[in-house]
């Protein structure tokens, strides 16, 4: 089998189109939320303690010279990302557990009661006349 036709049926199997559908719509949504966070969520908090915007939040490891820039250890933007990464997880997890709660009401949902074979059928009228 050359190498191009099994590309072709693994880039063709079910689960490979639904994995790049997910990563778009995750890509997109990761967006939203990036943009949700950085101008919703931290300009208020960032009020909240005094008037600190965490993009400007830097460690000088060596400071500029001349036409140099500076060196810098930017740990404002890694806090602006764990507030991401926690606001997206959240949002995942929320979706995902109503997503359970849903599939767990269809599961619980009472099957209707199986209707008697003819055996059966027979078997009860044979009951009920033994009963006169």
Known sequence: MSIVKEFKEFAMRGNVID???GVIIGVAFGKIVSSFISDIIMPPLGIL???VDFKDLVFI???AKG???AVTLNYGMFIQNIFDFLIIAFAIFMAVKGINKIKKKEEEA???PPTPTNEEKLLAEIR???KK
């Open 19 to 21: 994995l790049a559908v």
């Open 49 to 51: 303690i005094g008037g």
């Open 61 to 63: 490891l060596k400071a």
């Open 67 to 69: 036409e140099v820039a």
């Open 110 to 112: 009472p099957a209707a």
């Open 128 to 130: 009920d006349l033994l």
